[in-house]
């Protein structure tokens, strides 16, 4: 008998009728025969519980691992993605935040994006030459355009990594740390439904009236998160991706 995988969706919001980018999530990362639980990493025994998955998923959050840094939840996440990346071969793919937490334990850098404003629309992603070595030529052919919504980003790769992707808007967008962690700073759980419904609603307030005639524009533009889903899938069943050693930064 083949025995059942478990995995984890590490939640880290609490924001209301998020119920369905939960089932998105594991719909689109999960396969078959697979077991798949929710953690809360601010609640009482996390660290405990967390240590008995083959992998993780890490979601999206409100909250800063700058800002943020002194609460249970940034301080019990970053321990776990400390202890993995110390443990070896445990698969974790963060998303938007959750690659935000990768960076920020694993001695990367996160900031305010570029602009110095928010980013919430969508963007294009821009394939790195360890990208197309990974993945094969083919991943250029059809653009990857993902759900963005974001005032911060990953400014400075941890040791170990390689970029995967960039955009218009930041030039960490994909990334991968020592073959075992993932992260995607946008939102390839999420439509364009739910940029309107969800995150266009919740940040209306950080945007005059020419800006969100843009962020409407951007809403209505189709998405193509399938590559960057394929690439976490991968990643969690094979346990490791290698894009070689060319690339590899020391930290920047």
Sequence with gaps: MVRMKKYAVIWCTTVRHDEPLRARIISIFGGENEQWDLLGPESEGFIERVSDYSGYVISGSPASVVDDADTPLVRNLLAFIRAAGDKGGIPVVGLCF???????????????????????????????????????????????????????????????????ASSETIPNEVFLVNGQFLGIQGHPEADNQVLREKFMVYHRSLFDQAQWERVEWESRQALDPSRVIALGRRLLAEGCLSAGAVGVNAGF
């Design 98 to 164: 959750g690659s935000q937490a990768i960076a920020a334990a694993l001695g990367g850098r996160v900031a305010r994006n570029p602009s110095g404003r928010f980013k919430l629309g969508v963007d294009r992603l821009i394939w790195s030459e360890e990208a197309l070595a990974l993945c094969g030529e083919s991943l250029a052919t059809v653009p990857s355009v993902l759900v963005q919504s974001h005032g911060e980003c990953v400014t400075g790769l941890p040791a170990g990594s390689v970029r995967l």
